[in-house]
């Protein structure tokens, strides 16, 4: 073992039990206001017939009780603010705190959605702002902040491709997708009505312009291309792709969970793209807060702006601001205008770095991962020669005679103090090891981390069985996924009915 | 290049050099040699910055300050999907934990236990809240987890065409419900209220026949009427279709009947209520939980117990192969990101509440919104009830004289009264809803009433009253 | 490992010809590949299928396979038990882990398949 400190505390709480399992009879962790009013029996109100018992399998918990149960499980999590958290493709950078105190300004977080336009132009003001930083950086011509996350926004942006066919009177059926693409675009074209015709990636990981052809009809609506993608590789032809979609009459859309790699560099809408979403908790440092909430705001080029879902924002000549929908929207995709608070910190990020410093964010995550590259390739195998932006994959090759797979190596990370790498993706890539630093890093946590890929390695033919039976220092070992799936146990019940069963 | 410090970015320029060095590069240019120069930026894009956190604050509180902030410059009675609950000051301090807020979904159990663990309390109270057995660890927001769930019985009773909904539902649960299905063979139906505002059980009756897949019918609807959920259980039961119950105002599940106990199939609804701000909309948390034999339908994430290596209690991501990351097109849904720190908020705002707090939060809404809905009708000669059905903290209002210039008037007064009907609901163009809760204390509660009083008295009302 | 008695498709099912029935499940190389299976989904009794038709899916912790049956005809029973406890298509795949019966509607569909020799050269270019 290295001599980084730990990241796991020594004591984990190990046992904390559910909020039901320490709930006791008359505690409560808030205090409420007198109703003020004069109160009626709730029978003269509300039928007893549309009402609900007691609420008695609620828990009852003093705030003391319940702030101890969430900090005593909060430290079972590996977090940023603990290190490095290199997981691939999921751009796990610093969250800016400043971000996280702005959003709480009453004047922005009390805001009801639907107050009058006059009484919210501070809202809409910080939502042209944000829409026309994101056409600067992207290149588009517009951008709707409306998306919920990342896979909304891609959902919105192959709609909006079905919507152009549509105004044209065609009905084309098939979207093209790489091999290597997330498995949220198949998904979401799925959604939208269409079928997938898989690209297949070349020995490069890339797409040629031949294999576009070769998949190319009348029925192609468009493709779908992650830049850089999945294997942190650039899309060197996809200048020439976007030239020939467009030629037949389809559409380009880009997968702009990446943009990382190049934000501030290049921008989308000088490369042919027709949409592109962004994840706004990704390059834009909104927390990930263990599964959102996120923001995939879509931009379109202007062969697919007028289609663009929910509203955008318009400043009238007089100054002041409105939310208007495009002439032939898709329509809206959630409530309300957006997810407007993972807006606020991402326009804070974006003030707060500046045009120069959001290039040299693109320039220090590719710098990053480089470095990773070249410490670790003579020790693990990489799977592509080709130059890497954002993120480096090694495949699971030289583990291949010791009995030590992808999986061990993650686990074991996490005895030395790191969160694993994503893991068995790309799918092309045999045991993928996917590894993403961001810019976020220092050159020591960098250097710890290869420390410790470099001892695993060793450890996996020196002591093979202590990787295949990592992690040991974690707050609680290997899970037992089989089970959990076999014989879902999705809630807590109480005892008495778990003995009835 | 990549010299300039920068609060946010480590590598110094010793590291810098370092580093190339290491890469064998001469610049951090070389390494972006397979971006085509066609499409290559010469110079840094026109973005303001970089700005200190003073300049920042400055900037924020400057647009903030545009605002009119309810319970500041104005007492706002607003709801229609999004109510103003007040937050436990704990609920942020633990919010704040770097340890829940700045890390991944949880796919590897053994260092996310925290997240796992707080994920499967939230399913566990959903369910509770819900009175059905399994839900899942959340949807973006009521509005797309509603289409997923019209999809989700898609999925369960292949070969039908037709959702039943009623337009008692939110205006925009349903547009957004258009949006997810406009390019599938699904076919959307929908169905009126009654003179009591509540869906015609009649006409819903007659809309559901042999190809119908789902009845949805939302409580307390957008009129804020509470309706029977045995209507949707007893129309989609009639053609073996399943039932959706809707919810927008999640603490009304605190005292109303649940779907599980009146029959539903499915629940699904917004969580925003229990302690997160209305924020202008977003991020909220939907919640969304079925019957047992549906869980494999079901989409999004779900949390499961299981054990370690050792025999201990642990939690993991389970029954992922529903997932699109596994099954790519052929998934439940194509969700990926979702709204864990909502829903983590939610936990924590139901765990301080509690059994106790929880119903009398909403007896205190009940409470306020039948006095404030009696002051108002007593109030003024133009205003009355549109329906007369029970309610629990919303009601639609009918005025004699148009609504805008109403509520235009009552802001003058310092009194956001209520969000029209009309753009929404041609025929109901005379009528707002009005939303109270414990927000609203008894002194804007005075205002209110004032002011509607002066407004039927005078024809208009004396500003200055608010700011 | 593969018993010469039974037949292999290409997809990875052996069929095992009893009279007018085929008894159809996944070989050892399917399982091993899949890893631990947690779900497993069979058609219906009844239900009519032609050869390669996707019948039913097969779920591990990680991966989806659908799973064909190589020889057209009716579905007269399924295996109940491994539903319950899919588990046993880990443990013992060529036996105990039958997944369903077919009364098959033409011997060509037969001829299409592999030997356990063949079988056993086919799954070398696999690995």
Known sequence: ?501 | MGSDSHRYLPTGSLDLEEMLEAIGVASVDDLFSTLPAAVRLTEPPAVEGPLSDQELRRFFRGLASRNLTPGEDVAAFLGGGAYRHETPASLDHLLYRAEFFSVYTPYQPEVSQGTLQAIFEFQTLISMLTGLPVANASMYDGASGFAEAVLMTDRVKRKRHKAVVSRGIHPEYRATLESYVQNLDLEVVEVGWDEQGRTDAAALERAVDDDTLCVAVQSPNHFGVIEPWEVAARAASSCDALSIAVVTEALSLAMLRTPGDAGCDIAVGEGQSFGLPVGFGGPYVGFLATRDEFKRAIPGRLVGETVDAEGRRAWVLTLATREQHIRREKATSNICTNQSLCALAATIYLALHGRVGLARLAEINVQRAATVRRRLFEAGDGLEAAFRGPIFNEFAVRSARPVDEVLAEMREAGVLAGVPLGPDYPELEDCWITAVTECNPPEEIDRLAAAAARMARTGTVETGAGR | MYPEEYLYSREHEWVKVDGEIAVVGITEFAQTELGEVVFVELPDVGQLFDANDEVGTIESVKAVAEFYTPVAGEIVEINEIIVESPEMLNDDPHQDGWLIRVRYSSESDLAELMDAAAYEKFIEGEE
């Open chain 1, 1 to 501: 073992m290295t001599d980084r400190p730990s990241t796991t505390p020594e004591i984990a709480w190990r046992n904390e039990p559910l909020l039901f399992e320490r709930s006791r009879p008359g505690r409560v962790g808030v205090m409420l206001p007198p109703s003020g009013v004069e109160e009626r029996p709730l029978d003269e109100l509300i039928p007893a017939e549309l009402r609900r018992g007691d609420l008695e399998e609620l828990p009852e918990l003093s705030e003391v009780d319940v702030i101890r149960h969430f900090t005593r499980i909060s430290r079972k999590n590996y977090a940023i603010d603990l290190g490095l958290y290199p997981l691939g493709s999921c751009t796990m950078k610093h969250n800016p705190r400043i971000n996280e105190e702005v959003v709480r300004y009453p004047g922005l977080s009390q805001i009801h959605p639907y107050q009058p336009e006059e009484t919210v132009q501070g809202c809409l003001e910080l939502m042209w702002h944000l829409e026309r930083v994101l056409v600067e950086l992207t290149g588009m011509q517009r951008v709707s902040l409306h998306p919920s996350a990342g896979a909304q926004g891609e959902l919105a942006g192959v709609l909006m491709i079905r919507k152009a066919l549509e105004a044209r009177g065609e009905n084309r059926r098939y979207l093209l997708i790489p091999d290597s693409a997330h498995g949220t675009n198949p998904a979401s074209a799925y959604m939208a009505g269409f079928q997938v015709k898989e690209l297949v990636s070349n020995d490069r990981g890339t797409i040629d312009l031949e294999e576009v052809v070769r998949e190319m009809s009348d029925e192609v609506a468009g493709a779908m291309i992650t830049v850089p993608n999945t294997l942190g590789v650039f899309e060197d032809q996809i200048v020439e792709i976007a030239d020939m979609l467009h030629e037949k009459g389809a559409f380009l859309y880009c997968d702009g969970a990446n943009f990382n790699a190049y934000v501030g560099k290049a921008r989308p809408g000088q490369m042919g793209v027709d949409v592109l979403h962004m994840n706004l908790h990704k390059t834009f440092t909104t927390p990930h807060g263990g599964g959102g909430p996120g923001a995939g705001p879509v931009a379109a080029s202007h062969r697919l702006a007028d289609h663009l879902p929910g509203s955008l924002v318009e400043r009238a000549e007089d100054g002041t601001f409105r939310l208007r929908t495009p002439s032939d929207s898709i329509g809206r995709l959630r409530s309300f205008s957006s997810q407007f608070g993972i807006l606020t910190r991402a326009l804070c990020y974006i003030l707060s770095m500046g045009g120069r410093g959001l290039a040299q964010v693109a320039e220090n995550a590719v710098l990053n991962a480089n470095y990773l590259r070249k410490a670790l390739e003579g020790t693990y195998h990489l799977a592509h020669e080709t130059p890497s932006l954002h993120e480096v994959v090694f495949s699971d090759r030289t583990l291949a005679d010791t009995g030590v797979t992808t999986l061990d190596v993650a686990k074991r990370l996490m005895d030395y103090g790191f969160h694993p790498p994503t893991i068995y993706f790309p799918l092309i890539v045999h045991g993928a090891l996917m590894i993403e630093p961001t810019e976020t890093e220092g050159k020591e946590e960098l250097d710890a981390f290869v420390a410790a890929m470099k001892a695993i390695a060793r450890e996996a033919r020196e002591s093979p069985e202590l990787v295949r039976e990592a992690p040991h220092e974690t707050p609680v070992r290997r899970c037992d996924e089989a089970r959990a799936a076999r014989q879902p146990v999705l809630r807590w019940w109480p005892a008495e009915e778990e003995a009835a069963e």
